[in-house]
C-alpha cells in the first residue's frame, strides 16, 4: 500500500520555482523520502532522495519537515522540459541490499509558458 | 554507459498466450528490480534480484508470472497463460552500491503489455 499522498496536479509557470508537497505521516524512522519523474513514455527518472536533513543537488531542493511526516520537492526554475509526473516515495530497507520503492500514484507537473 | 533496456517496448498477445519480456541492467549492477503499473494504479514492486538469487518475491501477483536472472546479467520475465488484468506497463530497474549515493535504482523505459 502506498505510503505517501500528493496533489494530482499542479502548474506552474516557466521560470518560477515549483513547489511539490508530499505527505508520509506513516514513514518508519529508518526509510528514506525518494523522488523520481517520469516525463511521458520514458521510464522513471531519480531526482533526489533525503533521511531527515534537507538535500540540495543539481536538479532539486529537498526540504522535510522535522518531524518527517512531509516534505517538498522544489524545482527552482521549471522549465518547460520539467513537464513530468512527480513521484514522492518511500523507499523500505528489508535487509542486505533489498531496497524497495513503494510508489503513490504521483503529482501531474504541468509548466506553462 | 548504456542505460537499462527493455525489450520489447509494446506486445499486445491475446488472452491465454504466453509473454516474455526482457530487462539489461547496467553492465555491473546486481541488483535488479521488476515493477508494474496497471491503468490507473500506482506503480508497484514485483521482484528483487540480487545477481541470480531472489531476494525478494513478495510483490509477484500469482504463479503465471515466472523471473529469471541466469548467470546474474539480463532477466526475463515471462507471463504464461496471460489474463486480461496483466495488462500494463512492466518497469525494470537496476542498482549497485555506492558509497555516497546509496542503491539508487535506475530505470528502463518499460514495455507497454496489452492482452486482449
Known amino acids: 500500500d502506498a505510503k505517501t499522498t500528493q496533489p494530482p496536479s499542479m502548474d506552474c509557470a516557466e521560470g518560477r520555482a515549483a513547489n511539490l508537497p508530499c505527505n508520509h505521516s506513516?514513514?518508519?524512522?529508518?526509510?528514506?523520502v525518494y523522488w523520481y519523474r517520469q516525463i511521458h513514455s520514458q521510464g522513471p527518472q531519480y531526482i533526489i532522495h533525503?533521511?531527515?536533513?534537507?538535500e540540495t543537488n543539481e536538479m532539486a531542493s529537498l526540504i522535510i519537515t522535522e518531524d518527517r511526516k512531509s516534505s517538498t520537492l522544489i524545482l527552482p526554475h521549471a522549465t518547460l522540459r520539467d513537464t513530468a509526473v512527480y513521484y514522492c516515495i518511500v523507499r523500505v530497507a528489508l535487509g542486505g541490499n533489498n531496497r524497495k520503492l513503494i510508489w503513490g500514484l504521483g503529482t501531474s507537473l504541468a509548466v506553462n509558458p | 554507459e548504456a542505460g537499462v533496456t527493455q525489450f520489447p517496448s509494446h506486445s499486445v498477445i491475446e488472452k491465454g498466450q504466453t509473454v516474455t519480456l526482457r530487462c539489461d541492467p547496467i553492465?555491473?549492477?546486481?541488483?535488479l528490480y521488476w515493477y508494474r503499473r496497471v491503468m490507473g494504479k500506482e506503480i508497484k514492486f514485483l521482484l528483487h534480484?540480487?545477481?541470480?538469487?531472489?531476494?525478494?518475491e513478495s510483490g509477484m501477483p500469482n504463479n503465471r508470472f515466472l523471473a529469471e536472472r541466469t548467470g546474474g546479467t539480463y532477466s526475463t520475465l515471462k507471463v504464461q497463460p496471460a489474463e486480461l488484468e496483466d495488462s500494463g506497463v512492466y518497469f525494470c530497474?537496476?542498482?549497485?552500491?555506492?558509497?555516497?549515493?546509496?542503491?539508487?535504482?535506475?530505470f528502463g523505459p518499460g514495455t507497454r503489455l496489452t492482452v486482449t
Open positions: 506513516t514513514i518508519s524512522g529508518n526509510e528514506y
Open positions: 533525503g533521511l531527515k536533513n534537507n
Open positions: 530497474a537496476s542498482s549497485h552500491f555506492r558509497a555516497g549515493e546509496g542503491y539508487e535504482q535506475y
Open positions: 553492465s555491473g549492477h546486481d541488483n
Open positions: 534480484f540480487v545477481k541470480e538469487s531472489k531476494q525478494d
